[in-house]
């Protein structure tokens, strides 16, 4: 089994800053991708941002320039550094992490996080 452990979710003033975290634990092999998405109330859950093994980076329109995904692959932890915050990044977001664990030998997986909220708002 893999589990995901989110932080960082909180409420800030529009153009403040907050940095989301998700580790990974359990019975894994190896990690591919890992992204952030989140989803607004009445709305469908969206892309913000994935980050290769390799760290090859892909962003959401509406994340380019104020938020930055990274990974560290020694704690299979994966950020995501939000700036400038806007009120529609109000949000649920969740992590999602890709790849290969033990289970009578390998088996791929893709498990997502619990959901941290973000709100943003005066």
């Known amino acids: 089994q893999v589990q995901l452990a989110e932080s960082g979710g909180g409420l800030v003033q529009p153009g403040g800053s907050l940095r989301l975290s998700c580790s990974a634990s359990?019975?894994?092999?190896?990690?591919?991708?890992m992204g952030w998405y989140r989803q607004a109330p009445g709305k469908e859950r969206e892309l913000v941002a994935m980050?290769?093994?390799?760290?090859?980076?892909n962003y959401a329109d509406s994340a380019k320039g104020r938020f930055t995904i990274s990974r560290d692959n020694t704690k299979n932890t994966v950020y995501l550094q939000m700036d400038n915050l806007k009120p529609e990044d109000t949000a649920v977001y969740h992590c999602?992490?890709?790849?290969?664990?033990?289970?009578?030998?390998?088996?791929?997986?893709?498990?997502w996080g619990q959901g941290t909220q973000v709100t943003v708002s005066s």
């Open positions: 359990g019975s894994i092999f190896s990690i591919n991708d």
């Open positions: 999602n992490v890709q790849g290969l664990r033990y289970s009578a030998g390998l088996r791929a997986f893709g498990e």
């Open positions: 980050i290769t093994k390799n760290g090859n980076t």
